[in-house]
Structures are given as structure tokens and as C-alpha cells.
């Protein structure tokens, strides 16, 4: 299904929930932090990913609550999701904000602040039966995923020649 066209409140709550930390972040990057040398491809999945993902979480009702069905089971999962990507951000904020830190995986999960939320919205098109959002989920999930995955192995690269 590609979706009923609409404001969707539970959409604004989950872009609230990312974006807060990440312009906190802006302020407080780890020591050493640098984009610089990253892949252009994976880049511009990322970017596509952000504004496509931006877009169906807003303009789709399908994700705000309806009546209890299996289907809410999808958007707990979501919301879960999405809360522990916060309980990482308080992590990170309240470690020493090292590349280490910034990579790091939570719960078994890893590169949780790339992981995290790219889960928690393709779990939110599940839970709407929107496509497009899984689509666009599933394109940020390479770009950004992609490069964090990228900065970890070089972290580690650089601690092998330690």
C-alpha cells in the first residue's frame, strides 16, 4: 500500500526523538570526529534516505494509533526501538565522547546510533503497511549504516597499528 495522505503525529514524535539528540550531538561530536574521505555513494543514500524518510513519516496517517489490532504490535516494536536509540544518546553524552563511544553497539546491537533508528522507522512502514517508508528506510539503512560502518573500521584500523 502506498499510504492515505495526512499529517501523521506519531511521525513528528519519532523525527523529534532523532533529531533532538543529533543537534545536541552537533555541540558535543567525539574527539577526533571528521566526515571527510566519506564514500560518496553511501552519502547519497544517506541524504536520500534522511528527506524520503523525512516526508512519508509526515505526510502518511497511516502511522498515527488506531484501534488495537496485532498490527500495534509493530508500533511498539518501533517505539522500543526508538527508545533505546535515546538511552544511547544518554550514553554517548555521558561518556568520555570518544570515536569508541560514538560507534559503539548497545544491547547486542551494533553501530546502535546508525542501527537504531534506521530499524525503528523501517518497524513504523511496517506497522502503517506504507511502502514508500519501507523503501526509504531501507535507503538510509545503506547510506547511513553504510558509513558508520566505515568510520568503525577505520577506528579499528588505526588501533591495530597501535
Known amino acids: 500500500m502506498i499510504g492515505h495522505l495526512g499529517f501523521s503525529y506519531i511521525g513528528l514524535i ?6 533532538v539528540p543529533n543537534i545536541i550531538w552537533t555541540k558535543r561530536k567525539p574527539h577526533g570526529y571528521t566526515s571527510a574521505n566519506e564514500n560518496k555513494v553511501l552519502m547519497i543514500f544517506e ?48 561518556s568520555e565522547r570518544n570515536l ?7 544491547l547486542g546491537i ?15 512502514g511496517i506497522y502503517g503497511k506504507v511502502i514508500l517508508m519501507l523503501i526509504a528506510a531501507i535507503i538510509l539503512g545503506i547510506g547511513h549504516i553504510g558509513i558508520h560502518s566505515q568510520h568503525y573500521k577505520e577506528i579499528c584500523r588505526v588501533k591495530e597499528k597501535k
Not at 519519532?14 to 533529531?19: K, V
Open 47 to 94: 541524504r536520500a534516505g534522511e528527506v524520503l524518510t523525512t516526508i512519508c513519516v509526515l505526510i502518511f496517517d497511516d502511522f498515527n494509533l488506531h484501534s488495537f489490532s496485532n498490527w500495534t504490535w509493530w508500533l511498539i516494536a518501533a517505539f522500543g526501538f526508538m527508545a533505546m536509540y535515546e538511552c544511547w544518546w544518554v550514553r554517548y553524552f555521558h
Open 14 to 19: 519519532f523525527l523529534l526523538l532523532l533529531f
Open 100 to 106: 569508541s563511544d560514538f560507534y559503539s553497539s548497545f
Open 110 to 124: 551494533p553501530l546502535a546510533g546508525a542501527t537504531l533508528p534506521v530499524i525503528s522507522f523501517f518497524l513504523l
